[in-house]
């Protein structure tokens, strides 16, 4: 999707770059000027020194010599490549000797160093100057041999020490300043050179990492309007890079998919109260009708209204066990967590159903290897323990053999295994065994017994509140249900 650039400047990512290069211009443009002039105070610094080193020379030359020897030492050094400049004037300023020809007006006059940086013309440059512009008049050199402005390429700039020798004479040591210059000069565009190309380079980075990020942006703004208009199965795409989006739009898929196991919860529900529970509210009616239709004694209206009760509870406890399902599943309850002694909840249960066990003839045993703890919440714990214990009861006695049910707890890998066992026929199919935890599911083989079909759904939602899982698997004969627990770790 192709975006103007006033509605790219409107995006946050935009604005942020533009801010970002702002900061990096005003910073670089700094660092120029920074630069520049550390490097010309150090250069002048260096300058400075040299002078001060030449006029140690000469004043010990001065000394041994006096003013002759003082004279040929400086022509001498003012010959050299790359020589300094000297000057040897009379008291009026007069030039007498040295490698200067003229100055700016007012430089001789004051003793010491030169408060700013002075024009000056070499010996042979006016010359040079001629032979380069012969339409000049030669007049302009003559009338100006001890002082001239120099402007532009006409003259060169330069800082001096200058000094008053014992007979009032004026010596002047000065270093031209066009090295430092050039160097400053360099200086100055090389790092002009470097902020242009990282000016470019984060232009570039910008165009095609902000394009990118906003077309990955937009790719999620699409998948997230077409999940508002009710489609849940749509997921945030992830490229695979690792990157703060693919984090974002992993957890966000994580809730969307958790979301649509919710909504499918709710819809089971639904469906399960319009389908399921109908039936006992028709015969529940159809019994209260026909006791009023007939002509009962007294017993026989007490005997249809205690049956109607009954079944009224059969009715509460199974809207109460889809109620604590949905809550469970939604990751919402009232029930605190603690230690949870699981030794301790096998025998609770198994003393429970040892009568039950007993009156159907089935063989109730246990085997504990130790004493496990888990974090979680006790009565949830026994509640799914106890549907599954009697569940096992009532299907082995379809066991050919002599119906036995057995509780075992143990440790496997890092996790604690509570598993229940009975010899009877089993869930032989894997899609059975899968549709066993759904609400309402009652296999065919299992319609002889009573029941609601939720005493597995509610096992299966106690064991997800605690971070754990039920599996049903086949035991050869018989049917092992084993509630798996993540080990608790003591702090």
Avoid at 129 to 134: F, H, L, S, T
Wanted: hydrophobic content about 40%.
């Amino acid at each position: 999707m192709a975006l103007s650039m006033p509605a790219i400047m409107r995006t946050t990512a935009a604005r942020l770059s533009a801010l970002y290069l702002l900061l990096f211009a005003i910073c670089a443009v700094l660092l120029v000027f920074y630069m520049t002039s550390l490097s010309a105070r150090m250069l002048t610094g260096q300058t400075q020194d040299t002078i001060n080193d030449e006029v140690l020379g000469l004043a010990r030359a001065y000394q041994r010599g006096g003013l002759p020897l003082l004279v040929r030492v400086v022509e001498q050094r003012s010959r050299q490549p790359g020589a300094n400049l000297y000057l040897i004037a009379d008291t009026n300023g007069q030039i007498l000797t040295g490698n200067v020809q003229s100055l700016e007006p007012g430089v001789l006059e004051a003793e010491g160093w030169t408060t700013e940086p002075f024009s000056y013309r070499r010996f042979g440059e006016a010359e040079l100057e001629r032979q380069r512009n012969p339409v000049a008049d030669p007049n302009d050199t003559q009338s100006g041999q001890n002082e001239v402005q120099v402007e532009g390429e006409k003259g060169h700039n330069a800082i001096a020490l200058v000094l008053r020798l014992p007979n009032q004479m004026i010596m002047l040591v000065g270093r031209d300043l066009g090295e430092p210059e050039r160097f400053r000069a360099v200086i100055r565009r090389a790092l002009m050179l470097a902020l242009g190309m990282m000016g470019l380079g984060g232009l570039l980075i910008w165009f095609f990492v902000g394009r990118a990020a906003l077309k990955r942006i937009d790719s999620v703004s699409e998948a997230s309007r077409r999940i508002m208009g009710g489609d849940l199965s749509g997921r945030l795409p992830v490229t695979g890079a690792g990157d703060e989006f693919d984090r974002l739009s992993e957890n966000l898929n994580s809730m969307l998919a958790r979301i649509a196991t919710l909504n499918e919860g709710l819809k089971q529900v639904s469906d399960n109260i319009a389908h399921d529970l109908k039936t006992p509210l028709t015969r529940l009616r159809n019994r209260a009708e026909a006791t009023l239709s007939g002509k009962y004694k007294a017993a026989d209206y007490r005997q249809a209204l205690e049956g109607t009760i009954a079944e009224s509870d059969q009715l509460i406890k199974t809207f109460n066990a889809i109620l604590m399902i949905s809550r469970l599943e939604a990751g919402y309850s009232s029930e605190s967590t603690s230690r949870v002694d699981l030794a301790a909840s096998v025998r609770d249960v198994v003393e429970l159903y040892e009568p039950v066990a007993e009156e159907a003839g089935v063989t109730l045993e246990t085997s504990v290897q130790d004493a496990f703890a888990v974090e979680g919440n006790r009565e949830l714990i026994g509640q799914a323990l106890s549907n599954i214990v009697d569940n096992a009861i009532k299907y082995s006695t379809d066991s050919t053999a002599k119906p036995s049910v057995r509780v075992a707890l143990d440790r496997v890998g890092r996790e604690i295994r509570l598993s229940v066992t009975d010899n009877g026929h089993g869930i032989p199919d894997d899609a059975d065994r899968a549709r066993a935890t759904e609400r309402f599911v009652r296999l065919e083989k299992s319609r002889s017994q009573p029941g609601s079909g939720l005493g597995l759904s509610l096992a299966k939602a106690i064991m997800t509140f605690h971070n754990g899982r039920l599996d049903l698997l086949p035991a050869d004969p018989g049917l092992s249900v084993v509630m798996s627990f993540p080990e608790r770790e003591d702090r």
